[in-house]
Structures are given as structure tokens and as C-alpha cells.
């Protein structure tokens, strides 16, 4: 049994083959899936700057919510998914420079690595926004009274553009992206 799991190890086979010193060479080829997008490449850099405007505008959302210093932010269960937020952006921002350097014609791993990313990365955004913002209404509603009122729903009304700039980014990829269609290699 491995140790390491590699999830597209299915994807490649391989034959054995002479090459000119007379060595045997293992030719590795590709025959799992291909992930097609619905458009040529230039329709695809179009794509590039939408994205990237999505995932700087979740970014930038999420350091405007941080320099809110309200009373909450002392406390370790509401801070901590605000901070948890910080890494399906990150991982988002990664998913685009993947799908800059795919081709129209992608392999699962980079279709995985890429569109797939960006989508899972969202909708955990959205996920992690809307626990956040929970854990701050409970913080009020246990803390009534001891904390400035204004700064702590100035943080919970932030965690709106958040949200907002991710279903954004939701309704792109549906346009863009849902047209893409799967072929197998025999």
C-alpha cells in the first residue's frame, strides 16, 4: 500500500519502447478524461480578468472587514473563521494562475486544478462568510450591551460584500463555464 495518494495515477498509462541507443524507455500518454471549454482560446483570455477581478475583489473585501477593530475581534471563535476565509481566497487566486496556463482542451488534473478550484473556492467563501457572520450575532446577542454597537455591525454588514462579490463570481461561472463538456479517451 502507498503512502501517497495521487488521485490521477488512473489517468496515465504507458508502453514500453526501444529508443536509438537500443535502452528500453517507458512512453507515458494521457487517457482519462479531457475537459473541453465551450470557446477558442482568445474567448478564453477573456476570461483571465474577470477572475482575477473576482477573486482581488473577495480579497480586498475581507481586508476591509479586518480593519474594522470591534470588541469581537478579542474573540478567538469569531475571529477564527474570519480568518479561515483568508484561505479558499488564496487557493482561488491559485485556481487562476492554473487556469491561465491550461489550454481549452484540459486534463482532469488540470481542470481540477483550475476551473474546479476557483468554483469549490467560492462556494467555500460563501460558507465561511455566512459562519462568520453567525458567530458575530452570537457574540451580540451573548454580549448585549458590552461592546460599540456601530463598529460591531459595521463588521457583521461587511461580511455582505464578501458574499455578494463570491455569488457574483457564482453567476459568471454558470455563464462561462457550465458549458464545458467532457470527453473520454478510448
Known amino acids: 500500500m502507498s503512502i501517497l495518494n495521487n488521485p490521477y495515477k488512473g489517468d496515465y498509462d504507458h508502453f514500453p519502447e526501444v529508443d536509438k541507443k537500443g535502452r ?3 512512453r507515458f500518454f ?3 478524461d479531457i ?3 465551450p470557446y477558442d482560446e482568445t474567448e478564453k483570455k477573456k476570461t483571465y480578468l474577470p477572475c482575477i477581478l473576482f477573486g482581488v475583489g473577495m480579497f480586498a473585501s475581507l481586508i476591509v472587514q479586518g ?3 470591534q470588541t469581537s475581534s478579542r474573540t478567538l471563535w469569531v475571529v477564527l473563521p474570519y480568518f479561515i476565509q483568508f ?3 488564496l487557493f482561488f487566486l491559485i485556481g487562476i494562475m492554473e487556469y491561465v496556463g491550461a489550454t481549452p482542451r484540459m486534463t482532469r488534473e488540470q481542470y481540477d486544478k483550475g476551473v474546479g478550484r476557483m468554483h469549490f473556492c467560492g462556494i467555500a467563501v460563501i460558507v465561511l462568510a455566512v459562519v462568520s457572520a453567525i458567530c458575530d450575532v452570537i457574540y451580540l446577542i451573548i454580549r448585549h450591551g458590552q461592546y460599540d454597537v456601530v463598529r460591531e455591525l459595521t463588521y ?3 461580511h455582505v460584500p464578501v458574499i455578494v462579490v ?3 463570481f457564482a453567476g459568471y461561472y454558470n455563464r462561462k463555464f457550465s458549458g464545458i463538456s467532457v470527453q473520454k479517451l478510448d
Open 24 to 26: 528500453f524507455r517507458d
Open 30 to 32: 494521457y487517457k482519462g
Open 35 to 37: 475537459y473541453v471549454l
Open 67 to 69: 480593519l474594522v477593530n
Open 87 to 89: 484561505l479558499p481566497v
Open 156 to 158: 457583521l454588514v461587511l
Open 166 to 168: 463570491a455569488c457574483l
